[in-house]
Nanobody, 115 residues
Framework: QVQLVESGGGLVQPGGSLRLSCAAS????????IRWYRQAPGHQRELVAG????????TVADSVKGRFTISRDNGKNTAYLQMNSLKPEDTALYFC????????WGRGTQVTVSS
């Protein structure tokens, strides 16, 4: 059974940091491109960051460039999203996607940025 489990979300003040994790099981993790998405209430889902199966060429959306970093550890079947200098507009449900022949999705972890 394929599972993607996100963790690391929570409540943080503006300017703070969080590191999200996406732990995968039931797939050959190193075959999959990993993407982080977010969705805030009343907004469309937004692609935040992506990284290739081998870990090269990480990309992030313009809205988070310079603040967020995506990485992965194929030995641990886990991907990460380091989020620094968080803003209230970063508040959303963050979830990861594993993409190869088909897509697999996690259920998400809530990030709330508020003072």
């Amino acid at each position: 059974q394929v599972q993607l489990v996100e963790s690391g979300g929570g409540l943080v003040q503006p300017g703070g940091s969080l590191r999200l994790s996406c732990a995968a099981s039931g797939i050959i993790f190193s075959f999959y491109e990993i993407r982080w998405y977010r969705q805030a209430p009343g907004h469309q889902r937004e692609l935040v960051a992506g990284i290739t199966s081998g870990g090269s060429d990480p990309t992030v959306a313009d809205s988070v460039k310079g603040r967020f970093t995506i990485s992965r550890d194929n030995g641990k079947n886990t991907a990460y999203l380091q989020m620094n200098s968080l803003k209230p507009e970063d508040t959303a449900l963050y979830f990861c996607n594993a993409h190869w022949v088909r897509d697999h999705w996690g259920r998400g972890t809530q990030v709330t940025v508020s003072s």
